[in-house]
């Protein structure tokens, strides 16, 4: 969630938690809709209606499903940010020469949000795609962005998402996350041994901008843990990874 309205109109707020929960569904009918938002089987009709109208929903017999208008949309608010247009020839260097799934991340109301991935041709699967939102403390490219940000800017982010937990190895410990973050800045890059997805490790490093040292978004590598070993971190992939992030840095200010 975002910064709190002053005065959040009630209509908006419904198509928002009626689309979302259509998404998190995976489709669903009118009746089963209604009731996982709380609402009266007329108004989510009234609704859904309205939204299919203007190309937001689709309709496939009984079910509803979240349509490709908000595809658009996503691809508009993509494109507009420079750094996607700059990174993304890089992401895709990575994800070649390494062989691994590479990434891009950019910082919105306090979330992760997936810019960009390429995939080499050993990359994993993952339960991640372009647009798909996460929080910053438990992946090596969320840590990279949050180091390089003001500390009341850290302290508002958590304050709002918490520090969830999703491995035995998420940092759930603000004091420990800050000492993290400080590691990070002391050496330019993040890691993430398996705080998120067990048997995943990943490296990333912040993309800076050299005009007023604002984090403009990270870049990673992420691969399973047998195959993103310290050796091959260290003599393979960071110095590529540091690589593509000073090419892009010069480009967002020069290009």
Known sequence: MGDQAKNPIKGTEKTILIVEALKEMDGAGVSELAERVGLSKGTVH???????QHNYVVKEGNTYYVGL??????EYARNRLHIYH???SEVDNLAAETGELANLLYEEHGLGVYLYRARGENAVTLDTHTGKRRYLHNTALGKAILAYMPDHRVEAILDQHGLPRATERTITDREELYEELAA?????YAYCNQERV???QCIATPLISRA???VLGAISVAGPTTRMTNDRV???????LLQAA??????????
């Not at 990070?184 to 330019?188: P, S």
């Open 69 to 74: 208008g908000f595809f658009e949309l996503g």
């Open 198 to 200: 067990e048997g995943l």
């Open 246 to 255: 000073n090419v892009v840095e010069i480009n967002v200010n020069y290009a």
């Open 86 to 88: 700059v990174a993304k």
């Open 46 to 52: 009234d609704y859904l209606s309205t939204l299919r």
């Open 234 to 240: 260290g003599e393979e992939i960071l110095d590529r």
């Open 212 to 214: 007023d040292g604002a």
């Open 184 to 188: 990070v800045r002391d050496r330019g």
